[in-house]
């Protein structure tokens, strides 16, 4: 995740090797570099473009159709998403409980010819998550650090088996790893992504691998009955 373009250097990854991978990232659309500078200008957190880029990778070898974001922001993530999972037949429902930046992502996804294609909802994901049926192949969580847990079995109804849920901030610039917080209020998000981690990792239905990427991110896919 980065607010300050220049300052989109992770803990977790040494400076140059964040630079050189970022450097061979294939070039990105305009509408991409535009979001990039709105989320720069008004400091709204966007994942990086290497995980970006992660996740249309994902989509793509996932063959991924039916996805759900939670977290949309001005929609950044969402268009990386869709850039994989649209030509595929797909459709993405993403969450976002901030009206200002829901309202800035049905505009990007406007612009971006998308928009029927990606079914936004303004609320809380801690009301509306719940209220969701059906299956997906894809979930992303990125809103609410500190629900993760909470979201979790949730998450794991609506995944289908062989569908992947990966988890966006999950070292939150190596805080999880020293336990130690920068801030007060960040405590108890630290506290409750180490139990994410710990539960994703030895939950039995769950083959999860936690990548060092951006802000570091957890890749769970739920087991089918082909995988032991
Ligand atoms: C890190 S940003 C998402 C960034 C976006 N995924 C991207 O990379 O382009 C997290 C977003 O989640 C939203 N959010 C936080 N709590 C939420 C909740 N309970 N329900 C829905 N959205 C929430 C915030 O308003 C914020 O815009």
């Not at 850039?83 to 797909?90: D, F, N, S």
């Not at 509306?128 to 992303?140: E, N, P, V």
């Not at 994410?196 to 039995?204: E, F, I």
């Amino acid at each position: 995740m980065y607010t300050i373009w220049e300052a989109a250097v992770s803990n977790i990854i040494q400076p140059e090797v964040q630079r050189y991978i970022r450097g061979l990232l294939p070039p990105r659309d305009n509408i991409f570099l535009e979001m990039e500078q709105e989320a720069r200008a008004k400091v709204i957190p966007i994942v990086e473009p290497e995980v970006g880029h992660l996740l249309y990778w994902l989509a793509l070898t996932q063959k991924s159709t039916r996805v759900l974001e939670i977290g949309t922001a001005i929609g950044y993530s969402t268009l990386w998403i869709a850039k994989a999972v649209l030509p595929q037949g797909g459709e993405i429902t993403t969450l976002e409980i901030n009206p200002p930046r829901a309202a800035a992502a049905a505009g990007y996804f406007k612009k971006a010819g998308v928009a029927h294609k990606i079914k936004l909802i303004q609320g809380d994901a801690r009301e509306i998550l719940f209220q969701l049926s059906g299956s997906y192949d894809f979930i992303f969580l990125d809103a609410a650090k500190g629900k993760y847990l909470e979201f979790l079995n949730k998450c794991l109804e609506l995944l289908q088996p062989g569908g992947i849920l990966v988890a966006e901030d999950v070292l939150m610039r190596g805080m999880v790893v020293s336990g130690e917080a920068d801030k007060r209020r960040n405590k108890t998000a630290v506290a409750r992504l180490q139990s994410y981690l710990a539960t994703v990792t030895k939950l039995p239905e769950l083959e999860t691998i936690i990548l060092p990427v951006g802000d570091g991110v957890a890749v769970s896919t739920k087991k089918d009955n082909k995988i032991t």
